[in-house]
């Protein structure tokens, strides 16, 4: 009986030679104690390893030995790798030696750490993430390893991919970090919170569309549709603050991301939105075209709903702030091509260079403007070019010939330019 | 003799001109701080007895004290403060110290200070043949204050003064004095003295005010035989005490009668054996003789703990002894002081536990950093099983913050627990969860608290993937937060479970 109460109050056996130690308050501990200690950290028994470590917690670092930081991440490395199966105790036991462990082994900023950081330390606090991302490129195998082998880890792991693409991403190289921004896709789904945490702590604005698409998801849950909504704010109020410029290069950066790797029918796709990609961030016809050429590829199937909406919307903003930036078609002015202009409400580029004058208003002649930004549907005045995608009451068709549409040349009348698809 | 006094009273009774007016409360003399023990030879039983004795005892009928003085007359007077003259006793403790041994009714004189309240006397001995006698002036018309009279708090003599020269009132009905007294053989340990009335009073077309300046004569009850008495008790903490190394040591003084005998004190320091624990005492032959003594409270064999369930009693936990001192006189009687006894209070019984379970990776709690909270059934913050509990101001603000950044529609706030004992959080958990609980938990120091998910109260055989799913959510979603604040440490989902997230501080605790 008597030793099972021990037992219990945690003085039996091997632990005995911790009760020969002062408490905090009496005294400090002795450079023999302090040796002491450290030797118990190599114990066989956890506990023993666990009470010797928490008494050295009160030691100030420069009364440690040398060999006690190295010491303290090996152990840390060897608890992360072969993690303490105990069912006698419970699992906070176990978790305050292992904080105490990764707390200990932070304070030395030491790289060597990263395994045990990767697979445990991420788990506990925010410092330990800032520390793994500041790391850069040489976390990635272990926050790889961390991935497979700790799925309750993950949503940690997307937020230090976080910190990693954002605040410390001149640790990682430009192909890392697409990569990363492509992992965090792919995991949105089943890791919506951890999205969240990334998108937020990143910053990711172009992320916003997928948060927003959590926030409103059905299956989200309360506490993943609620942090979704809360964090709407916050990157949009970061997007607003990026120019059309920057805006561009984030949507690329995305489109590479998603397009890592691509085959089949996403890599056709791909290719299609990078060529449009590349018209630059002011050309709101090829937006506009990108925006509907995304559209088609997730109603194929070709892209997930995330990949999407991110596309799409990122697409679709960059279209609104550069037409809000069109100025309105007058009278007079010298227009080059490639001018745009707006006129009662629609988008119009001009096709040969011309002054204005009355009667040649954008609408009213074909041959000196373009209309752009019409949508997904079939509408005149539209350049379109082999392979453009149009919906026509309800049917899409395809362009197997370039040309101006024109009123009478919806696609059902002139088979010739249109054909529908299968 | 009477002109005489009329003249005096001429130059004491001073004359204002407002309208005074005063309420003043009564009081108590003050409770013993202890009580008492044996060992040299004194049993437990023999130790109640005394108990329930006087002050001095002898340790058998044969050995009855004789007396080996003449009486000596003790006097203690306002013009002479902590003083006493005309015998060998110690100086009488008397509240309030300034005014000394005076009432008045109003701050006139230079130096004079307005007193309407009881004055009370503690002797420090048994005394008897107590008189009062006074200088000043007061009405002739009113009551002239009281003497209530004390042994072992208890009234035993009670009195009315009554002017000294009622003839000297005179067609102004102002005298100079009151004397009150009890009977000779009545034995006290302290006294009260009440006040007159009125406090103010006409004089002519003015005011004046009664001033009263006492004289106290007595014998000390055991003039004449040997008696000890245990004067102090002093321990670290103010009355209380633990078996940390700065903290384990009480002084213990006495006083003989007579003086000669001081230097051969000895003293008894065991077990209280009236409480459900087993204080193990110091070793007697370590204790030493003398009238002034300190000893190391011995450290205690904590399995002690393992007696009693959640949230058990100071009765069972509070070490506690009982001292008593003894002195042996010329004819070979020796003589017991009244019992006396030290015992933790409730905060110092909680820092025992630190010490005796070895709670050691952070300094054992000061006495400053606990605060009265009711101990309860989570969720609550005191979950542990004292009305005490540590909450630390920095952690604590921390977890509001943190509340307030996560208390939102959609998202629910449920703190379970957060301060948890020593014994409650290593031996009781581990009883009532049947898995050995962490002994370096921050819960002990109020560093850590444990967050409820929801939906709660998910059980593996009725959870559906939607509830589970949603409650990992919830944790991740908790544990985002927490992490944004820059400050809590989180254990991971493996150790807490998806049911809480425990947040805590990692290095120091504030």
Redesign the interface.
């Known amino acids: 009986m008597?030793q099972k109460?021990?037992?219990?109050?945690?003085?039996v056996g091997a632990l005995l030679p911790?009760?020969a130690?002062?408490?905090?308050?009496?005294?400090q501990f002795t450079p023999h104690q302090v040796d002491s200690l450290v030797a118990l950290l190599d114990s066989p028994v956890w506990?023993v390893r666990?009470?010797a470590l928490?008494?050295l917690?009160?030691v100030p670092h420069a009364q440690l030995p040398p060999g006690y930081g190295p010491k303290v991440i090996a152990l840390m490395n060897q608890e992360a790798l072969h993690?303490i199966e105990d069912?006698?105790?419970?699992?906070?036991?176990?978790?305050?030696?292992?904080?105490?462990l990764?707390?200990q082994a932070l304070a030395f900023h030491d790289p060597s750490a990263l395994p045990g950081f990767a697979r445990?330390g991420i788990?506990?606090?925010?410092?330990v993430?800032d520390f793994v991302a500041e790391q850069g490129s040489a976390s990635l195998p272990y926050l790889d390893d961390a991935w497979t082998n700790l799925p309750?880890?993950r949503?940690d792991i997307m937020?230090t991919w976080g910190l990693m693409v954002g605040q410390y991403a001149t640790q990682i190289t430009a192909s890392e970090r697409t990569r990363l921004l492509g992992r965090l896709l792919q995991a949105a789904e089943s890791e919506?919170?951890?999205f969240?945490?990334a998108a937020l702590?990143a910053p990711l604005p172009a992320a916003l569309p997928v948060v927003h698409a959590i926030a409103t998801m059905a299956?989200s849950?309360?506490?993943?549709?609620?942090?979704a909504a809360?964090a709407m704010a916050p990157l949009t109020a970061h997007r607003d603050s990026l120019s059309p410029t920057q805006l561009h290069a984030d949507l690329s950066d995305w489109l590479q991301a998603i397009c890592l790797n691509a085959a089949g029918a996403k890599a056709t796709a791909c290719d299609s939105l990078t060529t449009l990609l590349a018209a630059g961030p002011s050309n709101g016809g090829t937006l506009e075209k990108f925006e509907t050429t995304a559209d088609f590829a997730f109603q194929d199937s070709t892209f997930t709903p995330f990949e999407h909406a991110l596309l799409a919307a990122n697409a679709d903003s960059l279209l609104h702030t550069v037409l809000t930036s069109v100025p309105a078609w007058a009278l007079g002015v010298a227009y080059a091509v490639g001018d745009s202009a707006s006129y009662n409400g629609l988008y119009y580029q001009c096709r040969q260079a011309h002054t204005s004058q009355v009667g040649w208003e954008p609408p009213n002649v074909y041959a000196l403007w373009a209309r752009v930004a019409a949508g997904d549907t079939w509408a005149p005045q539209v350049l379109y070019a082999v392979g453009d995608t149009v919906l026509y009451e309800a049917v899409r068709y395809t362009a197997i010939q370039a040309h101006q549409s024109q009123p009478g040349w919806e696609p059902p009348n002139v088979p010739a330019l249109w054909a529908p698809v299968q | 003799m009477g002109d005489s006094h009329s003249r005096r009273r001429g130059i004491l009774v001073v004359f204002t001109l407002a309208v005074l007016a005063g309420a003043c409360g009564t009081e108590l003399p003050p409770a013993p701080q202890v009580r008492a023990d044996l060992r040299d030879g004194v049993t437990p039983a023999e130790s109640l007895a005394i108990l329930s004795q006087g002050d001095t005892t002898t340790a058998s009928p044969s050995a009855a004290p004789t007396s080996t003085q003449a009486t000596e007359t003790c006097t203690i007077a306002w013009s002479a403060p902590d003083t006493v003259t005309g015998c060998s006793v110690p100086v009488p403790t008397v509240n309030p110290t300034v005014p000394w041994l005076q009432h008045s009714g109003k701050a006139v004189d230079p130096g004079e200070i307005e007193y309407r309240g009881p004055i009370s006397i503690r002797f420090g001995v048994p005394v008897k043949g107590l008189t009062l006698t006074s200088t000043g002036a007061l009405s002739c018309t009113g009551t002239f204050g009281t003497l209530i009279g004390y042994r072992h708090d208890s009234v035993v003599a009670s009195a009315d003064n009554v002017l000294t020269d009622p003839a000297d009132c005179g067609s102004d009905s102002v005298t100079f004095g009151v004397t009150g007294q009890f009977p000779p053989d009545r034995v006290i340990d302290s006294l009260v003295i009440g006040g007159v009335n009125p406090w103010t009073f006409p004089v002519g077309n003015l005011t004046g005010r009664a001033l009263l300046k006492y004289t106290l004569t007595y014998e000390p009850q055991s003039a004449g035989s040997t008696s000890v008495v245990i004067q102090s008790v002093q321990t670290a903490n103010n009355g209380s005490f633990t078996t940390l190394a700065t903290e384990d040591t009480i002084t213990l003084t006495a006083v003989t009668m007579p003086a000669s005998l001081a230097d051969s004190v000895r003293w008894s320091v065991t077990d209280f054996t009236g409480d459900q624990v087993p204080s193990i005492p110091p070793d007697s032959a370590s204790l030493g003789r003398g009238a002034t003594i300190r000893w190391e409270v011995p450290k205690q064999d904590s399995v002690r703990w393992h007696a009693f369930k959640h949230p058990g009693s100071l009765d069972q936990k509070s070490l506690a002894y009982l001292i008593v001192a003894s002195v042996t006189d010329a004819t070979g009687a020796t003589v017991h002081s009244k019992p006396d006894t030290v015992k933790q209070d409730e905060i110092d019984t909680m820092r025992e536990e630190y010490v005796e379970l070895r709670v050691t990776f952070l300094p054992v709690p000061a006495r400053s950093d606990f605060s009265a909270e009711p101990h309860c059934d989570a969720p609550c913050l005191n979950t542990g099983d004292y009305g005490q509990a540590i909450v630390k101001p920095t952690f604590s603000g921390k977890l509001q913050s943190l509340r307030t950044h996560w208390e939102n529609p959609g998202k629910q706030w449920q703190r379970n627990s957060l301060y948890r004992n020593p014994v409650h959080q290593i031996i009781h958990l581990t009883e009532e969860i049947g898995k050995q609980q962490s002994r370096t938990s921050r819960h002990m120091f109020g560093c850590a608290a444990d967050l409820q998910t929801f939906p709660a109260g998910l059980s593996k055989s009725t959870a559906t993937a939607t509830d589970s799913l949603h409650a990992k959510d919830f944790w991740k979603g908790l544990k985002m937060v927490a992490d944004s604040a820059h400050y809590f440490w989180v254990e991971p989902m493996k150790m807490s479970g998806i049911g809480h997230v425990h947040v805590q501080t990692a290095t120091g605790c504030s």
Do not use: C, F, W
Request: charged fraction near 20%; charge should be negative.
């Open positions: 008597r109460m021990l037992y219990a109050v945690g003085l911790l009760s130690l002062p408490h905090i308050a009496e005294a506990q666990s009470d928490a008494a917690t009160s993690p069912s006698t105790v419970d699992g906070e036991a176990i978790g305050d030696y292992e904080i105490n990764v707390s445990l788990q506990m606090a925010r410092d993430k309750d880890g949503s937020t919506k919170i951890g969240i945490s702590i299956d849950g309360d506490v993943a549709a609620a942090l809360e």
